[in-house]
T-cell receptor, first 116, second 114 residues
Framework: DTGVSQNPRHKITKRGQNVTFRCDPISEHNRLYWYRQTLGQGPEFLTYFQNEAQLEKSRLLSDRFSAERPKGSFSTLEIQRTEQGDSAMYLC??????????????FGPGTRLTVT | AQSVTQPDIHITVSEGASLELRCNYSYGATPYLFWYVQSPGQGLQLLLKYFSGDTLVQGIKGFEAEFKRSQSSFNLRKPSVHWSDAAEYFCAVGAGKGFQKLVFGTGTRLLVSP
C-alpha cells in the first residue's frame, strides 16, 4: 500500500496562468475526491469520482476549475486563469466501495498552490 | 445541511495529561462521523470513525471518541497525551449522496507542553 500521491507538492504561479495537479489514488480504490484547504480552515469538498464518472461537484468548483479521471485511475485538477484567491492546499483522497471501510477516505499530502 | 463545529481553536495540554477535543455536528439522522489528524507537512490521517452501533469507538494511537446523539456531539479523547500528539485535529461528518462528501470543522490545534 503506497498511499495516495500528489504531484507537484508545491506550485508557484503568476495570476492568470493555468495550472494542473495530479493525484494517484491507492491502487485498488475506485473513488477519488478533491478538497481545498485554506489557512486556518478545514478542508472543503470540491468534487468526487467513482471510477471515471464525476458524481458530485461543489458550487466552489467554478467554471475555471475542471477535474478529470479519464481511465478511472489517476485524476487531474486544472485551474484556468488563476487568481490570488485560488492560493490554497489542494488535497486528494481515495476510498473503496464494497468493503466495510467504504466510507473511509485516505488523503494524500496535498499540493500547495501559491498565486502571485 | 450538515455542518460541524469545533469550538476550541487552540488547546494546550501538559504531556501525560488527559485530552478532550470537542465536536458538535448538525444532521437530522444518524450521522457518519470522523476524526482526522493533520501534522505539519503531512496529509490528513484518519483516527477513527462512527457509523452506527457502539457509541464509544476506539481508534489508532490510543484515541477514542464517544457519540452522544442527545448532545449532537462526537468528542475525541485520549487518557495520556504524548508530545508527538501535537497537531491539528479535524472532526468531519459525511454529507451528500451516499455520505461521500466530508464536511469538516475548522479544526483544533493541540499544543503539548513538557
Amino acid at each position: 500500500d503506497t498511499g495516495v500521491s500528489q504531484n507537484p507538492r508545491h506550485k508557484i504561479t503568476k495570476r492568470g496562468q493555468n495550472v494542473t495537479f495530479r493525484c494517484d489514488p491507492i491502487s485498488e480504490h475506485n473513488r477519488l475526491y478533491w478538497y481545498r484547504q485554506t489557512l486556518g480552515q478545514g478542508p472543503e469538498f470540491l468534487t468526487y469520482f467513482q471510477n471515471e464518472a464525476q458524481l458530485e461537484k461543489s458550487r466552489l468548483l467554478s467554471d475555471r476549475f475542471s477535474a478529470e479521471r479519464p481511465k478511472g485511475s489517476f485524476s487531474t485538477l486544472e485551474i484556468q486563469r488563476t487568481e490570488q484567491g485560488d492560493s490554497a492546499m489542494y488535497l486528494c483522497a481515495s476510498s473503496s466501495t464494497g468493503t466495510k471501510n467504504s466510507y473511509e477516505q485516505y488523503f494524500g499530502p496535498g499540493t500547495r498552490l501559491t498565486v502571485t | 445541511a450538515q455542518s460541524v463545529t469545533q469550538p476550541d481553536i487552540h488547546i494546550t495540554v501538559s504531556e501525560g495529561a488527559s485530552l478532550e477535543l470537542r465536536c458538535n455536528y448538525s444532521y437530522g439522522a444518524t450521522p457518519y462521523l470522523f476524526w482526522y489528524v493533520q501534522s505539519p507537512g503531512q496529509g490528513l490521517q484518519l483516527l477513527l470513525k462512527y457509523f452506527s452501533g457502539d457509541t464509544l469507538v476506539q481508534g489508532i494511537k490510543g484515541f477514542e471518541a464517544e457519540f452522544k446523539r442527545s448532545q449532537s456531539s462526537f468528542n475525541l479523547r485520549k487518557p495520556s497525551v504524548h508530545w508527538s500528539d501535537a497537531a491539528e485535529y479535524f472532526c468531519a461528518v459525511g454529507a451528500g449522496k451516499g455520505f461521500q462528501k466530508l464536511v469538516f470543522g475548522t479544526g483544533t490545534r493541540l499544543l503539548v507542553s513538557p
